[in-house]
Protein backbone atom coordinates (compact mmCIF):
# COMPACT_ATOMS: atom_id res chain seq x y z
CA UNK A 1 0.00 0.00 0.00
CA UNK A 2 1.42 3.04 -0.83
CA UNK A 3 0.14 7.20 -0.74
CA UNK A 4 -2.61 7.17 -3.43
CA UNK A 5 -3.99 3.84 -2.94
CA UNK A 6 -7.38 2.91 -2.16
CA UNK A 7 -7.55 1.33 0.64
CA UNK A 8 -9.40 -2.77 0.52
CA UNK A 9 -13.10 -3.30 1.11
CA UNK A 10 -13.04 -5.53 4.00
CA UNK A 11 -11.35 -4.04 6.76
CA UNK A 12 -12.03 -6.84 9.72
CA UNK A 13 -14.50 -7.92 12.20
CA UNK A 14 -15.47 -5.52 15.33
CA UNK A 15 -16.19 -6.61 18.78
CA UNK A 16 -19.40 -7.72 18.00
CA UNK A 17 -17.69 -10.69 15.45
CA UNK A 18 -19.57 -8.30 12.44
CA UNK A 19 -17.38 -7.57 9.34
CA UNK A 20 -16.89 -4.28 8.62
CA UNK A 21 -15.99 -2.87 5.56
CA UNK A 22 -14.57 0.58 4.30
CA UNK A 23 -18.02 1.23 2.29
CA UNK A 24 -19.53 1.58 6.23
CA UNK A 25 -17.48 4.94 7.01
CA UNK A 26 -18.59 6.01 3.45
CA UNK A 27 -17.60 9.91 2.94
CA UNK A 28 -15.25 10.31 6.40
CA UNK A 29 -11.73 10.21 6.40
CA UNK A 30 -10.13 7.46 8.45
CA UNK A 31 -7.08 6.71 10.62
CA UNK A 32 -6.05 2.77 10.21
CA UNK A 33 -3.30 1.90 12.99
CA UNK A 34 -1.93 -1.71 12.81
CA UNK A 35 -0.55 -2.86 15.61
CA UNK A 36 1.42 -6.37 16.85
CA UNK A 37 -0.65 -7.47 19.73
CA UNK A 38 -3.20 -6.25 22.43
CA UNK A 39 -2.13 -5.97 25.83
CA UNK A 40 1.78 -5.29 25.17
CA UNK A 41 3.20 -2.56 26.50
CA UNK A 42 3.94 -0.42 22.95
CA UNK A 43 0.66 -0.96 21.63
CA UNK A 44 -1.20 -0.32 24.93
CA UNK A 45 0.78 3.04 24.70
CA UNK A 46 -0.39 3.98 21.80
CA UNK A 47 -3.77 3.20 22.44
CA UNK A 48 -4.11 5.03 24.95
CA UNK A 49 -2.33 8.12 23.59
CA UNK A 50 -5.16 7.83 20.84
CA UNK A 51 -7.79 7.47 23.52
CA UNK A 52 -6.61 10.79 25.19
CA UNK A 53 -6.44 12.39 21.85
CA UNK A 54 -9.44 11.33 20.42
CA UNK A 55 -11.60 14.29 21.08
CA UNK A 56 -9.33 16.04 18.88
CA UNK A 57 -9.38 13.72 15.88
CA UNK A 58 -12.68 13.28 15.97
CA UNK A 59 -13.47 17.07 15.98
CA UNK A 60 -11.44 16.88 12.55
CA UNK A 61 -13.87 14.61 10.67
CA UNK A 62 -11.50 11.17 11.20
CA UNK A 63 -13.23 7.77 12.28
CA UNK A 64 -10.40 6.00 13.82
CA UNK A 65 -9.32 2.25 13.88
CA UNK A 66 -7.34 -0.27 15.18
CA UNK A 67 -6.42 -3.27 13.85
CA UNK A 68 -4.37 -6.19 14.60
CA UNK A 69 -4.41 -10.00 14.26
CA UNK A 70 -5.74 -10.56 17.84
CA UNK A 71 -9.18 -12.26 18.58
CA UNK A 72 -12.62 -10.41 18.87
CA UNK A 73 -12.75 -11.64 22.30
CA UNK A 74 -9.19 -10.14 23.30
CA UNK A 75 -10.09 -7.05 21.46
CA UNK A 76 -13.31 -6.78 23.45
CA UNK A 77 -10.93 -7.18 26.93
CA UNK A 78 -7.90 -4.78 25.76
CA UNK A 79 -10.74 -1.82 24.68
CA UNK A 80 -12.65 -2.45 28.38
CA UNK A 81 -9.97 -2.41 30.30
CA UNK A 82 -8.08 0.69 29.01
CA UNK A 83 -11.59 2.16 27.85
CA UNK A 84 -10.62 2.88 24.41
CA UNK A 85 -13.37 4.76 22.17
CA UNK A 86 -12.36 3.61 18.83
CA UNK A 87 -13.21 0.92 16.97
CA UNK A 88 -10.78 -2.70 17.24
CA UNK A 89 -11.04 -4.94 14.33
CA UNK A 90 -9.72 -8.53 14.41
CA UNK A 91 -7.69 -9.65 11.06
CA UNK A 92 -6.67 -13.05 12.82
CA UNK A 93 -6.10 -14.60 9.41
CA UNK A 94 -4.09 -11.43 8.29
CA UNK A 95 -5.96 -11.15 5.31
CA UNK A 96 -5.89 -7.35 6.11
CA UNK A 97 -2.85 -7.17 7.65
CA UNK A 98 -1.39 -8.68 3.90
CA UNK A 99 -3.47 -6.71 1.77
CA UNK A 100 -2.34 -3.09 3.73
CA UNK A 101 1.77 -5.20 3.38
CA UNK A 102 2.20 -4.68 6.89
CA UNK A 103 2.58 -8.45 7.74
CA UNK A 104 6.15 -9.01 7.07
CA UNK A 105 9.38 -10.63 8.52
CA UNK A 106 10.21 -9.06 11.71
CA UNK A 107 13.74 -10.42 14.09
CA UNK A 108 14.01 -10.20 17.50
CA UNK A 109 16.42 -11.64 19.66
CA UNK A 110 18.26 -13.80 16.47
CA UNK A 111 15.06 -15.58 15.13
CA UNK A 112 13.04 -14.55 12.47
CA UNK A 113 9.28 -14.45 12.18
CA UNK A 114 5.61 -13.22 10.05
CA UNK A 115 4.36 -10.48 12.30
CA UNK A 116 2.61 -6.96 11.93
CA UNK A 117 4.59 -4.14 11.44
CA UNK A 118 3.58 -1.27 13.43
CA UNK A 119 1.88 1.22 10.94
CA UNK A 120 -0.77 4.26 10.34
CA UNK A 121 -2.81 5.22 7.03
CA UNK A 122 -4.89 8.18 7.13
CA UNK A 123 -6.83 8.22 4.08
CA UNK A 124 -9.31 10.95 2.87
CA UNK A 125 -12.82 10.76 2.68
CA UNK A 126 -13.02 8.50 -0.63
CA UNK A 127 -10.78 6.16 1.12
CA UNK A 128 -7.14 6.52 -0.72
CA UNK A 129 -4.56 6.71 1.45
CA UNK A 130 -3.05 10.32 2.27
CA UNK A 131 -0.18 9.69 4.63
CA UNK A 132 1.53 6.52 5.94
CA UNK A 133 3.66 6.81 9.20
CA UNK A 134 6.37 3.66 9.22
CA UNK A 135 7.87 5.24 12.36
CA UNK A 136 4.81 5.37 14.90
CA UNK A 137 5.76 7.42 18.22
CA UNK A 138 3.80 4.96 20.82
CA UNK A 139 3.73 6.89 23.29
CA UNK A 140 2.76 10.35 21.26
CA UNK A 141 0.73 8.94 18.52
CA UNK A 142 -1.79 11.41 18.56
CA UNK A 143 0.69 14.38 18.61
CA UNK A 144 2.50 12.46 15.89
CA UNK A 145 -0.76 12.50 14.03
CA UNK A 146 -2.01 15.86 14.73
CA UNK A 147 1.37 17.41 13.34
CA UNK A 148 1.06 15.39 10.50
CA UNK A 149 -2.43 16.71 9.30
CA UNK A 150 -1.97 19.83 10.98
CA UNK A 151 0.80 20.54 7.57
Not at 51 to 67: C, F, N, S, T
Not at 103 to 112: C, D, H, I, L, N
Amino acid sequence: MVTGDKIPEVLGLNTEGREIKAADFAGKPLIIYFYPKDNTPGCTAEACSIRDGYGELKALGYEIIGISKDSVASHVKFADKYSLPFILLSDPDTTVNQAFGVWQKKKMAGREYMGTVRTTFITDADHHVTHIITKVDTKNATEQLLKLLAR
